[in-house]
């Protein structure tokens, strides 16, 4: 099922395609038609490295995604949404993940020129 199914925006589509996401996950196809009609979703997925997270991997993810909205939607947008990280959060690296300094005054627009 590809993500135009869902009957997503076409700039928000065209945005995943760009990333190189073609179908979407297992969880996502339970959880956007959820969230799409309104409704708040928990979601419980296998994925990810197995690594534990550093600073600069969540700061990196939250600089890809919020470059993705700025480029979408807009500054005002982008700056509103709040992105949880759903990395490996475990006791030793806690602390340093939730005092690490936001990356929100350095996101950079992460679409492809062409786009």
């Keep these: 099922m590809p ?3 869902f009957g997503l925006s076409e700039p ?7 990333t190189g996401y073609t179908t979407p996950t297992e969880i ?7 969230a799409l009609d ?4 928990i979601g419980c997925a296998q994925t990810g490295t197995g ?3 550093t600073p600069e ?5 939250h600089s890809f995604i919020r470059g993705l909205l700025k480029d979408l939607f807009g500054d005002e947008t982008a700056g509103l949404v709040r992105i949880l990280y759903g990395g490996s959060v475990k006791g030793d690296n806690i602390c340093l993940l939730y005092t690490s300094p936001s990356p929100r005054d350095r996101t950079r627009s992460r679409m492809p020129s062409s786009a």
């Design 28 to 34: 996502q196809s339970q959880a956007i038609p959820v």
């Design 51 to 53: 690594k534990t997270a």
């Design 38 to 41: 309104g409704h708040d979703v």
């Design 57 to 61: 991997i969540a700061q990196e993810s």
């Design 3 to 5: 993500f135009k199914t």
């Design 12 to 18: 928000l589509v065209q945005g995943i395609l760009a």
